[in-house]
C-alpha cells in the first residue's frame, strides 16, 4: 500500500509547497535511528515511550512538559483551574490549526477524551476517573471527576488531541489495534498541531516528517531549525552505532555502553549522557500460595520477608554498575528516582551481604536453596539479559538456583499481562507524571479490578504485592491538595513499602544518545524524541 | 583377527586415498583433538562455565594473557558474566558436537527408514513419503528447527525447557534434515531392487524387512556416509545459529553460538577476544568436519577413483 496518502490531502500539500519556496530555501535533514519503530501513527495506541515520543512531534496535548526540566506548561490550552473539587476549567488556545488547515476548537478536545476511552486505546488510564468533558464554548473545556484530583492534567501532555472532523470524514473514529486488525486511517496518518507533519510513513522501514510552517508557538519555532526528519529504526544496535560513525544517520538512541567510548574517540560523533527516570527492578509473587514457576510445593518462599530480603542482599549493585553497566547507572533503593516528586535521597540500599543473605534464608526454612524461574525482557532495558544474568549467579551464590528465562520484549510482556502469573521477573518503569503517585498505584498497589473484570489498580504489579494501607494512602495521595500533607503521606507511603521490601529496586539507567557533531539536541529524562530543540549545523 | 580387520583396513583403496593427502589427515587430527578436548574437558578446564555461582562479575570482560591485564587464571579472557573463555568454549564445543552428531544420527535413522521403504515398497507409500518430503524442502531447515523450538518452548515452562533444551535442538535439527537422507535412500534403493541378488532373496522367500535391511541397505550405505559427514557441519552451524539467534540452549549455558552472540555485542568497544575465539574454533571444527565430508565423496565416488 502506498503510504503517501497523507500527501493527498491538498493542504498538506500546499502547505509543503509554501515551505519549500520560502524563506527556508536550505534544507535541514536530521536522520534520527532508534532500536524500534513507532507502533502506529495513532497516538492512543500503546502506552510506551517511543511511540509517545515519536507522535509528540506531530501532535500535542493540553499540557505540555519541557523536554529538559520536565516543567509543566500550557500547550493546547492557556490555562487551567480547579474550580470544584471534582470540576477542572480548560481554556483553549485560540487560532491554532490542525496542519490540513482545520481550526482547532472545544469540539476536538471531546472528540479526543471520547476516543482515548474506547477500542484498543492503551491510554485510557490518562483519563480515568473522569466521568466527562463538557464544552462549555468554543474554547473553554470542563472535565467532571469522579473523586477530587488535583493531578488531572499530570500526564496530559502525552494525551494528544485529534481533529473531531478529520476522524469523522477518515473513519477512524478508534483507535485499532494494528497487530490485530486491520490499520484504519489514524493508524497511518496524523493530523496534528505539532511542529512536525507526517510526509512518508513505512512501518518498521522509514517514516518522515517536515517542519510544520504554520505551528503556533512562535517561541518554539526558534529553538530549531530542522526542515525535515528522517526516522528510521535500526534493531542491532552495534549496526546503529556503525551507521552513525559512516555518516549515514545524524542521532542514535540507544547507544551500547560499551560503546560509548569509541564513538566519543571518532571525533565523528559524541555521547551525550543523561538521567532517565526509569527504575529497573525485580519483582516477586508474593501473593499465590505456591509459585508457578518453582520446586518448592505447597508454600510460596516469596511469602516471607527474610526471603525477599535475602534476594535483596545477595546482590551486588555495585558490581552491576561497574561491570555491567560501566558506571553508567545509579543504584536505587526506591522504586523512583531522583527527580520524581517522592525521592528521598537520604533513604539507603540494604548492604550487600551474602553471608547475612544466606543465613536469612536458613532462617526462613531454605538451608538448601529452592529454585525459581526469572523472567526477563532481553531487547528491552539496556543490558537487561546481562543483568539478569548476573542476578542469577549472584543468587547461586547463596544456593537458590534460578533458572533465566529472557525473551524479547515482544514476548515477556504479554507473557507478565496474560496469566500474571510470573514468579520472579524484571521490569523498569518511568512515571510519566513525574509523581510518585503514579507507581504507588500502578506498580506497587495491590491488583484491584472494576466492576467489568478489568484491573485498574496494580496494573503493572505482575507479583500482587499488597498492603492495604498503602492503597488507603495512595487514595488520599490522589485527593490531597496540601503539598506538605501530600509529600508526607508519600513518604510514609514509600516507607512501608521499604520496610516489607516488596519489590527489588535495582537502578536507574542512563540514558546514552549518540550525536554527530554538527547536531545538538536536548536529552529528555522521560527518553522523549523532541525534534522542536535540535539545531544541525 | 583383529590384525586381520586392520590389515583389510591399511590394505583397502580408502585408506590410501586417505594417507595421500595431507589436508585429509590434517582435518582429522584437528577433528580428533577437538573431539578428545570436548569429551575431557571437566579435566582439563579451569573452571565450570555451567555453574553461575562460580562466576564472578568483577572478573568479566578480562582480556587474554599476553594483553596487559590479562591473567593465567583466564589465558584467553573472560565474557561479560565472568566466564573464563578457555573453558567456556570447551563446554561449548561439548554442546555442539552432541546437537551435531545426535542430530545428524536422527535424520539418518529417520531418512534411512523412510527412504527404504518409500523405494522398495512403492506405490502408494513411495508417493505421501515422497511428497511430504517435497513439502519440506520449501521450507529452509533453519525455520522447521525454528517453529519446532518455538513450539515446545511455547508448552513448556523455562525450567523444564532448560532441561531438555539439548533434545529438542536435536529434534528440531534432525527433523530438518532428514529428506536429504531418504531421497539419496530411495534412489539408490530403485537401483538395487531390480539387481539380481534382490530377486534371489525374493525367491527364496525372505521377507520385505530383512531385504531391505540385510540386502539392500549395505549396499546404499556409500552416499549416506557422505551425506552424514556433510549434514555434521550444517547441523553444528544450524545449532551455532540458533543459539545465536538465542532460541538455542539455555544463555546459562552457551554453546560456541551464545558465545559469538555475546561477544557479537563487544566486537566494537575492543573487548574481540570474546567473539573472536569462539569464532575461530567453530570455523576450524566446520572446516575440518568439511574437508573430510568432501574426501570421502570423492573417494567413495567410483567415476573418481
Not at chain 2, 523412510?114 to 506405490?123: I, Q, R, T, V
Not at chain 2, 531418504?182 to 531385504?211: F, H
Amino acid at each position: 500500500m502506498d503510504m503517501r496518502s497523507v500527501l493527498k490531502t491538498g493542504a498538506c500539500a500546499a502547505v509543503l509547497a509554501m515551505a519549500a519556496g520560502g524563506a527556508l530555501a536550505q534544507e535541514k535533514v536530521l536522520r534520527w535511528s532508534s532500536q524500534g519503530d513507532a507502533f502506529s501513527m495513532d497516538p492512543y495506541v500503546r502506552n510506551e515511550s517511543l511511540t509517545l515520543g515519536v507522535m509528540s512531534n506531530v501532535y500535542e496535548g493540553l499540557t505540555r512538559r519541557d523536554t529538559k526540566t520536565l516543567e509543566i506548561q500550557p500547550g493546547l490550552a492557556i490555562k487551567w483551574e480547579q474550580q470544584e473539587p471534582t470540576r477542572w476549567r480548560f481554556w483553549l488556545r485560540q487560532g491554532v490549526k490542525f496542519h490540513d488547515g482545520r481550526p482547532f476548537t472545544a469540539d476536538d478536545v471531546v472528540f479526543s477524551f471520547n476516543r482515548v476511552k474506547v477500542g484498543a486505546s492503551d491510554l485510557k488510564t490518562r483519563v480515568a476517573g473522569i466521568k466527562e468533558a463538557k464544552k462549555v464554548d468554543d474554547f473553554t473545556v470542563d472535565f467532571i471527576t469522579d473523586v477530587p484530583n488535583p493531578i488531572i492534567h499530570y500526564e496530559w501532555d502525552t494525551w494528544y488531541i485529534l481533529s473531531a472532523s478529520w476522524a469523522k470524514e477518515n473513519h477512524a473514529l478508534e483507535t485499532v489495534d494494528v497487530t490485530k486488525t486491520t490499520p484504519n486511517f489514524a493508524s497511518t496518518s496524523a493530523n496534528g498541531t505539532g511542529a512536525y507533519l507526517l510526509t512518508y510513513r513505512e512501518a518498521d522501514v522509514r517514516t518522515e516528517f517536515a517542519v510544520n510552517p504554520a505551528w503556533w508557538d512562535a517561541e518554539g519555532k526558534k529553538k530549531f531549525n530542522v526542515t525535515k526528519v528522517i526516522y528510521r529504526p535500526i534493531k542491532n544496535p552495534a549496526t546503529a552505532v556503525a551507521a552513525l560513525l559512516s555518516g549515514q544517520i545524524d542521532v542514535v538512541e540507544p547507544v551500547p555502553v560499551q560503546d560509548i567510548d569509541r564513538i566519543n574517540k571518532s571525533g565523528q560523533a559524541k555521547v551525550q549522557i543523561g538521567p532517565e527516570l526509569r527504575t529497573i527492578f525485580l519483582g516477586m509473587d508474593t501473593d499465590r500460595n505456591e509459585l508457578v514457576y518453582s520446586d518448592v510445593k505447597g508454600k510460596n518462599p516469596f511469602k516471607d520477608k527474610r526471603v525477599r530480603q535475602a534476594f535483596y542482599q545477595a546482590i551486588d549493585i555495585e558490581a552491576i554498575k561497574t561491570k555491567i553497566m560501566r558506571g553508567l547507572s545509579v543504584p536505587s533503593a526506591m522504586m523512583i528516582g531522583d527527580g520524581v516528586n517522592g525521592y528521598d535521597k537520604s533513604i539507603k540500599r540494604l548492604a550487600y551481604d551474602p553471608a547475612a543473605a544466606k543465613k536469612l534464608l536458613t532462617d526462613a526454612g531454605y538451608p538448601n536453596g529452592f529454585s525459581v524461574t526469572l523472567d526477563c525482557p532481553n531487547d528491552r532495558y539496556v543490558n537487561d539479559e546481562a543483568i539478569c544474568q548476573a542476578v542469577v549467579g549472584m543468587l547461586a551464590r547463596i544456593g537458590v538456583k534460578v533458572t533465566l528465562n529472557a525473551q524479547s520484549k515482544t514476548i515477556i510482556f504479554p507473557f507478565y499481562a496474560a496469566k500474571r502469573d510470573t514468579s520472579f521477573y524484571m521490569l523498569g518503569w518511568t512515571p510519566g507524571s513525574v509523581d510518585s503517585w503514579n507507581v504507588l498505584y500502578n506498580i506497587v498497589g495491590s491488583v484491584k479490578k472494576d466492576s467489568q473484570g478489568r484491573i485498574v489498580r496494580g496494573l503493572f504489579n505482575y507479583g500482587a504485592w499488597s498492603s492495604p494501607q498503602l492503597d488507603d494512602l495512595t487514595d488520599k495521595i490522589l485527593v490531597e491538595t496540601d503539598k506538605a500533607k501530600r509529600d508526607a503521606m508519600i513518604s510514609q507511603a514509600w516507607k512501608l513499602h521499604i520496610d516489607d521490601i516488596g519489590h527489588l529496586p535495582l537502578h536507574q539507567q542512563a540514558l546514552a544518545w549518540g550525536v554527530r557533531n554538527n547536531v545538538s539536541v536536548v536529552v529528555s529524562p522521560f527518553n522523549r524524541y523532541d525534534w522542536s530543540r535540535v539545531m544541525v549545523k | 583377527m583383529v590384525a586381520q580387520r586392520l590389515n583389510a583396513i591399511l590394505d583397502s583403496d580408502l585408506w590410501w586415498s586417505f594417507t595421500r593427502s595431507k589436508v585429509v589427515v590434517g582435518a582429522a587430527i584437528v577433528t580428533l583433538l577437538l573431539f578428545v578436548a570436548a569429551l575431557i574437558a571437566p579435566w582439563i578446564s579451569l573452571q565450570d562455565p555451567w555453574d553461575p555461582g562460580a562466576l564472578q562479575l568483577i572478573n568479566s570482560r578480562n582480556p587474554p594473557v599476553w594483553i596487559e591485564g590479562g591473567t593465567w587464571e583466564f589465558p584467553l579472557g573472560t565474557d561479560n558474566q565472568g566466564r573464563d573463555m578457555y573453558s567456556a568454549i570447551l563446554y561449548g564445543l561439548r554442546v555442539s558436537l552432541v546437537v551435531g552428531f545426535l542430530a545428524v544420527i536422527f535424520a539418518m535413522v529417520l531418512g534411512i527408514l523412510l527412504g527404504l521403504a518409500s523405494g522398495y515398497l512403492g506405490g502408494m507409500t513411495d508417493t505421501v513419503i515422497m511428497r511430504v518430503a517435497d513439502v519440506q524442502l520449501t521450507f529452509p531447515a533453519i525455520l522447521i528447527a525454528l517453529l519446532i523450538g518455538g513450539i515446545v518452548r511455547g508448552v513448556m515452562t523455562p525450567a523444564d525447557f532448560e532441561a531438555v533444551a539439548v533434545y529438542v535442538l536435536v529434534l528440531s535439527i534432525g527433523l530438518s534434515q532428514w529428506v536429504q537422507f531418504a531421497r539419496t535412500v530411495r534412489g539408490q534403493t530403485l537401483v538395487e531392487k531390480n539387481k539380481e541378488y534382490v530377486q534371489a532373496a525374493r525367491v527364496i522367500g525372505l521377507p520385505a524387512r530383512l531385504i531391505m535391511l540385510r540386502h539392500v541397505l549395505p549396499n546404499v550405505m556409500g552416499p549416506v556416509l557422505v551425506i552424514a559427514t556433510i549434514n555434521l557441519a550444517v547441523a553444528i552451524l544450524t545449532e551455532a545459529t540458533l543459539s545465536f539467534l538465542g532460541v538455542g540452549v539455555p544463555a546459562t549455558r552457551p554453546s560456541l553460538g551464545t558465545l559469538i552472540q555475546i561477544g557479537n555485542g563487544f566486537l566494537f568497544s575492543g573487548e574481540w577476544w570474546i567473539v573472536i575465539f569462539p569464532g575461530i574454533t567453530m570455523a576450524i571444527l566446520v572446516l575440518a568436519v568439511n574437508l573430510l565430508g568432501d574426501w570421502l565423496r570423492d573417494a567413495l565416488n567410483p567415476k573418481l577413483r
